[in-house]
């Protein structure tokens, strides 16, 4: 049997020497790794106050980026609504506020909770918002006003037009309305007229037309009283009345009050008279076909006054501010501490109070 051999004295010093060379090594591996690791304080102090105030303003603005609405907001406190973030199902409601003296903290608080320091000592904090005003008109009721004089045309010394069963004449108008006037309505028209030559009772019509883009009268009948006895007017020149209803006409149209003749060779004369000072869309119109078709002068005008009313309509005009953006700045009472300037955009848009 062999016998087993053992290590040499030389192989046994080279192995001490090696071992003890590793245990250096690894030695100085634990001790860097020691050194690298800080302590309890020096973690708790590595953030620097500069820091952790940028990181509350951040977070105030992440959260501010998704506000849908604004309670209340002034340079040194907000209160918003954000969607729910508490994972409860509901809407959360924050408060970041800061006492306005140096030294107070800057606080937040969620929903009815306590609130809680994110900065313990700010020098400074400041808010300033940017909002968009929109107006918002919103229409009510329709109104009719009292009856007013809608038209007139009047002279002292009228030239009389003669009516017979194929001549007619009358006046293009469009009043004059107040801006917030929705519709208008003809309730009463006078003409000055005086009676024809022809013996007996001639007779004759008055019309209200509707009238196209030029002024001249269209086929469409407003309304009408025909088969008017001209034999009960006076030889003079004298306003005639009539009661005649036009409803809701549009405050741009216009409309001829017209006089045409129905029988005798003269049933009666209209006032007519030269002028230089019609509104636009104005005119003295006149046929000689029973009303097939019209003419029109805007250098001359009828006798004609049209009374109504004006319709409009309430209307209540507000202002909504809804904000875009908030910057916000914040400094601590920290030595050598900076300040921060951070912007949010904000999503939703909400409406400030």
């Not at 087993?4 to 192995?15: D, M, P, Q, S």
């Not at 006895?229 to 209803?245: F, R, V």
């Not at 003269?266 to 869309?281: N, Y």
Request: hydrophobic fraction near 40%; charge should be neutral; include cysteine.
């Amino acid at each position: 049997m062999n016998a087993r051999r053992g290590y040499t004295l030389i192989e046994t010093v080279l192995a001490l020497g090696v071992m003890a060379i590793l245990a250096g090594a690894l030695g100085s591996v634990l001790l860097i790794a020691v050194r690298a690791i800080p302590s309890g304080q020096a973690a708790r102090g590595s953030t620097s106050p500069t820091a952790a105030a940028g990181g509350a303003l951040d977070l105030l603005a992440s959260e501010l980026r998704f506000a849908t609405a604004i309670a209340s907001g002034t340079t040194t406190a907000i209160e918003f609504t954000t969607p729910d973030r508490d994972g409860d199902g509901s809407a959360d409601t924050l408060r970041y506020e800061w006492g306005g003296d140096a030294g107070d903290p800057l606080t937040r608080r969620v929903n009815s909770g306590a609130a809680s320091n994110v900065v313990p000592g700010v020098q400074a904090f400041a808010l300033n918002y940017t909002w968009r005003e929109e107006m918002t008109t919103t229409k009510g009721r329709l109104n009719s006003g009292a009856s007013t004089m809608l038209c007139s045309y009047d002279t002292g010394s009228p030239s009389p037009f003669s009516l017979n069963t194929v001549t007619g004449v009358g006046m293009t108008l469009k009043p004059v309305l107040p801006m917030d006037a929705v519709a208008y309505s003809i309730t009463k028209v006078w003409v000055k007229m005086r009676s024809g030559n022809t013996a007996g009772s001639p007779k004759f019509d008055l019309v209200i037309y509707a009238v196209d883009a030029q002024g001249k009268p269209t086929s469409t009948v407003l309304a009408s009283r025909t088969s008017i006895d001209a034999g009960n007017l006076s030889s003079s020149m004298e306003w005639y009345e009539a009661e005649l209803s036009v409803p809701a006409l549009a405050p741009s149209s216009g409309f001829a009050v017209t006089v045409i003749g129905r029988s005798g060779s003269e049933s009666g004369g209209v006032g007519t008279f030269s002028t230089g000072s019609l509104s636009p869309g104005e005119g003295l119109v006149t046929t000689t076909n029973a009303g097939t078709s019209w003419s029109i002068s805007t250098t001359s005008a009828m006798c004609v006054r049209v009374q109504g009313t004006v319709i409009t309509r309430d209307q209540t005009t507000s202002t909504t501010r809804t904000l875009e953006r908030v910057d916000l700045h914040i400094q601590t009472s920290d030595a050598g501490a900076q300040a921060v300037d951070v912007s949010a955009l904000t999503r939703n848009r909400p409406v400030l109070p």
